[in-house]
């Protein structure tokens, strides 16, 4: 292992996409329309890819002679590394794009910061990846707003799915000993300053969407250290069904 | 100008191969015609992706599961083409969803088999896309213009998922003993099936003789079937694979392969609803359809809100 540290950094970030992308792909076919259909499913391809990125690159720093797919299918939950948001399950649309809005506005942020790392690949994938995060930002908060300004239903399916993943909004840029070292050693970026720009970019769309902003801050986390909610197990036995029932081939 | 001048004049274009366009005249019967093929063939590509979604989330790399979303997202992007083909000759798109989903209207029936395994994904890329390319590929040169471009496009992509799915099936049949059983298991239970996508014999099919004189058609469905058999059999061979039929073989004389006998009554059950995943599919699209209610209703409501506060 060259650098455990950014290893463990890496895998923060690449669980983050792979099980947000599971996620959305379990909509591929059931959209409510077409269009919005072949959007989550591009948003789920572009997170598949970003992953991809960087367990390649976490897999060459690991130097264990492993792949991405072996980061990916081959670790139990626990060794699992991203916020609890995004393992929560889809719910209606309108959960499904706040879950959605609130990762965006972590990612876009993180990867417009991660452009500057002192490590030249990470800042290579955050600047691929930065592209397609400010259309999945646009394209969530724009639904936030339609849907909490649209129909008097609409707006209560939408304040309810507000509420309920409201206490999963914070895990995502709480600080642990992982991002301090990566901070220090100039590889990784500071929370902090993404955690106000963040803040900013959700209160003005809640705002424009006419959603009201729930009043405790209370955050659930556990996560980012590997104590995950029941749904990560799930969401493993799905993904990793084919690896982990014939072990050791080629597909 | 009277009718049967204009549909003289119609014929003439066709007869000469010059392309028909939604502002032309046409003759209503032709335009019926043009409404059910290609909103069939809309409905096939959002049917289409309910089996092959069923494994996305379980593609066993992650370079696979990229490209099954990317695959299926193609699928949803023809559904698309084909229904602004259609609405330009003067029917909605939410009319015809609503014939889809009250099981009105018709889709290919190969979509209600089940994908039972991994290799399905496979067997679906190589053998349906490549039977859907043998009927599509003629359709390029379709006498409606619309359709005819949408399908130049829809064939590109078509071309490029039946090479991914042979890729797949070539991969499990030089793999493990398990794998090869799986690609073997897959290619048994959508042989047959692929072969009834071309459709009743020539002799059985309705549709034929007036889509060919419209130009809507170039060959018949036994003659493309025969196509398929004929490009598909040295495929199985590459493989390594055996194609499930004890009466297959090349025929000299003929030039071509012959197959056994197909079992229309399958057939003909599965198009009229008792096939294994007929009531599944639909409900899916049902499902989703109602679900999505609310989603298309605020987006309509704020849409409006919008040009109102724009205009005032």
Redesign the interface.
Known sequence: MQDQNKFNYIIQQADNC?ILG?RL??W???????????AM??I??DL??Q??LL?QYASEIQEEGKT??DL??LRDAWDFKNVLLVEQPNG???KTIFRQFLYDTFSCFFYEELMKSTDERLASIAAKSHKETLYHMKWSGDWV???G???E??HN?IQQSVNELWSYKDEIISINSVDQEAEKAGYGVSLELIKNKRNEKIKAVLEEATLSTPESDYAHKGGKEGTHSEYLGYILA??Q???RA?P???? | MDTALLEQRFNEKIDRDVRIEPKDWMPDHYRKTLIRQISQHAHSE?VG??PE?NW???????????AA??K??DE??H??YL?SACETLGVERDDLLSDLHSGKAKYSSIFNYPTLS?ADMGAIGWLVDGAAIMNQVPLCRASYGPYARAMVRVCKEESFHQRQGYEIML??SK??E??KKMAQDALNRWWWPSLMMFGPTDAESKHTEQSMRWGIKRFTNDELRQKFVDATVPQADLLGLTIPDKDLKWNEERGHYDFGAINWDEFFNVISGNGPCNKQRLD?RN???E?????????N??AE?KAKRKAA
């Open positions: 792979l599971q792909a379990e591929c076919g059931h959209g409510p329309v077409l269009e919005q259909d072949i499913t591009n789920s391809l598949i890819g992953a991809r367990y991405e797919d990916a299918y209606d649309f309108g707003i339609r849907l300004d649209g129909t239903e609409s399916r799905d993904l069904f084919l690896q014939y050791g081939n080629q597909w | 959002i992706m309910l979604a996305i989330t379980r593609a066993p790399s992650l370079r696979r599961k990229a979303l990317a299926v997202q949803a992007g559904g698309l229904y991994w991969t499990l793999g493990s398990v794998q899916a499902k989703a359809w679900e999505g209610a609310w989603v298309r209703e605020a987006a409501a704020y809100k």
